[in-house]
């Protein structure tokens, strides 16, 4: 499975970004988009079920970011408003097929991953 995550770029504060993950395959479960800053570690961002569209966020993020899924075009998008410079890493999308893992939130739980893409915030 290829996971191609897109839609990253340099933008000041306070503003807006949509992120897109495409290649999801048949049998996946769970999507999510997870980020890691400079000499930081992997961050759980946002999790989306495919089926039932069920979500979860980390809690300081979810007045500002927003998972979704589009099933028409096999997507994971994650909407990114009111954008602060400590918002800055590289922005990873990741599928698993495993199901009601209470350990979701974990990178390691996932078995397939995007490359990347870049999100920067200047103050």
């Known amino acids: 499975v290829q996971l191609q995550a897109s839609g990253g770029g340099l933008v000041q504060a306070g503003a807006s970004l949509k992120l897109s993950c495409t290649g999801r395959?048949?049998?996946?479960?769970?999507m999510a988009w997870f980020r890691q800053a400079p000499g930081q570690d992997r961050e759980f961002v946002a999790a989306?079920?495919?089926?039932?569209?069920?979500?979860d966020y980390t809690d300081y993020l979810k007045s500002r970011f927003t998972i979704s899924r589009d099933s028409a075009k096999n997507t994971v998008d994650l909407q990114m408003n009111s954008l602060k410079p400590e918002d800055t890493a590289v922005y990873y999308c990741a599928a698993t097929t495993r199901m009601y893992d209470p350990n979701y939130f974990r990178s390691s739980r996932y078995e397939y991953w995007g490359q990347g893409t870049q999100v920067t915030v200047s103050s």
């Open positions: 395959t048949s049998d996946t479960y769970r």
């Open positions: 989306i079920t495919w089926g039932f569209g069920s979500t």
